[in-house]
């Protein structure tokens, strides 16, 4: 059963710091998402990757944030330097690119509180 | 953009009973319609998706019914069980020839469906 994987599944660090979550996307996938959840705003996309190549990052601050696929079997999203209201659920997705819409399957998620 | 509203926030049923969940959409190009359920402390969970060359799709207790017309799309979940407790998110997304975006879903706000026993 292929799945998503996450890492870290928790994050706790102060303001200021260096933040770098890892996924791994399901073998085959060609396509990596990075989004974030919280209680207020739902389900955002931070970042959209095709054949490791970034074709979106509109939704991250740029100024803080960076995302990246080293090669297929590693994306990261770095954080730098955090701030409170980073504090979130983040989550990678991962799926076969179709051209007519296609399924994204989630990881785990890491939960990030930056106190 | 795309804006996908999602109603009840809330549902309670009873265990055996059946649940719905609708949602409705903004763009009427977009043609990819996938509902996930998401548990406590875990990702949201690919459940059913429907394109939209059909107008509804079953696997085992639960449907997904689609009217491209009113722009709307439903879930229905059929002898309800505890374990089927949980949030479900409806989402959509467009075609291809929207500048390549056909990825970037949509998301409603979620649905707490709680199945008592």
């Known amino acids: 059963d292929a799945r998503v994987t996450q890492t870290p599944r928790h994050k706790v660090t102060e303001m200021g710091q260096e933040v770098t979550m890892r996924c791994q996307p399901i073998?085959?996938?060609?396509?990596v998402f990075w989004y974030r959840q919280t209680m207020m705003q739902g389900l955002e996309l931070l970042a959209y990757?095709?054949?490791?190549?970034?074709?979106?990052d509109s939704g991250m601050p740029k100024d803080r944030f960076s995302a990246e696929m080293p090669d297929a079997t590693l994306a990261t999203l770095k954080i730098q330097p955090s701030e409170p209201r980073d504090s979130a659920v983040y989550f990678c997705?991962?799926?076969?690119?179709?051209?007519?819409?296609?399924?994204?399957?989630f990881g785990p998620g890491t939960r990030l509180t930056v106190t | 953009g795309e804006n996908v509203e999602q109603h009840p926030s809330t549902l309670s049923v009873q265990e055996g009973d059946s649940a719905v969940i609708k949602c409705t959409y903004s763009d009427s190009a977009s043609n990819y319609f996938p509902w996930y359920k998401q548990e406590l402390g875990k990702g949201p969970q690919l459940i059913i998706d429907?394109?939209?060359?059909?107008g509804e799709k079953k696997d085992q207790r639960i449907a997904v019914t689609l009217n491209k017309t009113a722009k709307h799309f439903s879930l229905h979940i059929t002898e309800t069980q505890p374990e089927d407790s949980a949030v479900y998110f409806c989402a959509a997304s467009p075609p291809e020839d929207s500048g390549g975006s056909n990825y970037k879903l949509t998301f409603g706000k979620g649905t707490l469906l709680t199945v008592n026993p």
């Open positions: 429907i394109r939209s060359n059909v």
């Open positions: 990757f095709r054949n490791r190549a970034p074709l979106d």
């Open positions: 997705a991962s799926g076969p690119y179709r051209d007519r819409g296609f399924e994204q399957y």
């Open positions: 073998l085959g996938h060609n396509t």
